[in-house]
Structures are given as structure tokens and as C-alpha cells.
């Protein structure tokens, strides 16, 4: 593909913007602001997307051939274009295989694409129900899908079958740690309230769980109680009460696999030993996010090389993904972990010559 389309594909969203993020914000039922930070992200991811071809003189990168990608139905801007344009940008023929709710704004974006440059033989959407997305399947070189672990574990079980090669990526369980030197817990209260509450929480990098030193847990929990008062995204006591950014907003018990979102749970520890051993429970390994001001040598003495998650953030905002990250988890997160996204779509030879 040609750099010229991206920048066409740039244009269009631009041009399109208002439609694009109200179809959006209606499919969804969330808040437009959300969706014009999205646009922003995937602009950004465009004209990242030809850096993110790094080859040597050992290795050469193949199409795979017919990619079907599965989409989710959270943040649909964003999973619309950025799996579906790196598949085509690494060469390959795409169906498109949208969420039910989702439909009206999938079918927008890849008119876009189509009206962009992208060939018509090149990208195709098929909505297909439960019945029938094994034939849909049966098409496929490769198959890439996005959802909850139950969905994909059922693909994958399909594409075992039918001998296809699968990626997913699958629902994350983000947990947050915030360790007692962190005296001052406001502003990471804050960071986290917007960030359970984006998107009613209904996204991969959402933080699910927060794990707590008992030193600061008084503290922590009247700044992290008083940020949802300020906010005005619920009532934490009530979760069927209506607010005015369109989510609701409980804490929880803690979970292992809590409700897909705006949930969290607060958990109090009071060693690092108890800490591991409560992490290493986890399966979702996505994202793990870190407040502390000991010096990183010792974090990851203590902490990080104990565990085991595809993004670690320190001292940084969870919900923050540059447009040239890979995404990807593991075990029930993901296959394969984080990986450039020309490199999903591609299969990898080794020259040795």
C-alpha cells in the first residue's frame, strides 16, 4: 500500500469526523467525547504505521494470504481500522467480520477505506451469525479475533479443526499497584477514576483491580472516593442509579475476572511477598501499572521480574497507548504477546545466506 492512501484515509476520517464519532457514540451508547479522542489516536497510528516495518537482511515478510478479522464491539473507531488497514498495508485480502452493534459504524469506515484508494477485492464485510462463522472461517488463511476469552476460546477450538491459523486478543484483567511510598495519592486517584470510567470501562487497558498498601489505604480511598463525587460518573453505592456520563460505576469484590466495565476492586496488602503471590493468581496478563517512588533497579528486583504481563507502566497513565505500540496479552489475554502490527499479518522467513 502506498503511502499516499494513508494520507487519503487521513483526509477522509478528518473530513468525516462528526458523522463518524456521533454513529460511533450511538452504536455504543457512550459518551462522543471518547470517540473524537479515538479519531485523534488513530490519525496518529496512520502515519506511525510505515515505521513499523522493521526488517534485516535475514528476515523477508509474507502476506498470509485471506485474513478474516473478528471485531469487537468496544472502542469501534479504533478496532475498525487499525487491524483491518495493517492486514491490508502487509499485503493481504481482508473479511471483515463486525459485531452486531456495531455494524453502522464498521460499514462507514470501510467505505471510507474503499473511497480512500483501498481496492474493493482487497477488504470485505461480512456480518455472519454464530451459525455460520465457521464457514466464514473455513475461507480463511488466518484468522485474527477480538472479544471476550469465552468467544475466543470457542474460535480457537474452530480454527483447530479446520487446521487455521489463529491470533486473538481477548478481554484484559489491568491491575493497578500502589505501593506506600506514594504519600500524596491524589492525583493517582484521579488518573485512575478517569481512566476505569473512559469509555464506560469497556476497554482492554482498563484497570480492573487495585492492589493497595495497607499504609496508604486510608488515604488513598478518601481521594479515590472523593475524585467519583467530583467527577459525577455515579453513585458506587447504587449501580443501577443513571448518570450523566452514560456509565455506571461500582467497586467490587475482588475478582479475578470482573464485569467487562466501569468496576473495580480495591484489595489491601501489606508485603511484597503477599503481592506476588496475589498477582501470579491473575490470568489475564495485559497490562500491570505501578505507583511507586522507589527507584525502577529495585522495582524490578522486587516486583517486576517476579511476574509475569505483556505492558508494564510505571508512574504513568494506564489508559495511554502510543499509536506505535503493538498491542497483545497473554495466556487468556492473548497468543504471542505484543507484537508489531504489520508483523501480525505477516509470516516471518528466515534467509541465511
Partial sequence: MEKSILDKISAELLRNKKTICRVSADCTKTPIKYHFQDLEYLIKFLNSLPKQIELSQKYILKP????VI????NEPIITSIVPVISAIYANNKVIVKPSR???????LLIKILIDSGIKRERIKLEYRNKKEIKKLISRADFVFWMGSYKVCRKISLICAKLGKKLY???EGNDIAIIDN???KSYKVARMLVKEISHHNGERC??????YLHKDISKDFKLNFYKEIELLNIGNYLNSNTELSLGCEFKITKFSLNPVFGASVWIEEYSSDLALIKALQKNGYFLSLSIFSKKPYAKI???LIRKVSFSRININKDPGYIRPDESWGGIKKSGMFGPEGWVNKFSDRNYINR
Fill in 181 to 183: 511510598t506514594m504519600k
Fill in 300 to 302: 524490578f528486583k522486587n
Fill in 101 to 107: 452493534a456495531n455494524l453502522k459504524i464498521t460499514s
Fill in 70 to 73: 473478528g471485531l469487537s464491539k
Fill in 64 to 67: 498470509k494470504g485471506t485474513v
Fill in 205 to 210: 487497558q482498563a484497570v480492573k483491580g487495585i
Fill in 168 to 170: 486473538f486478543e481477548a
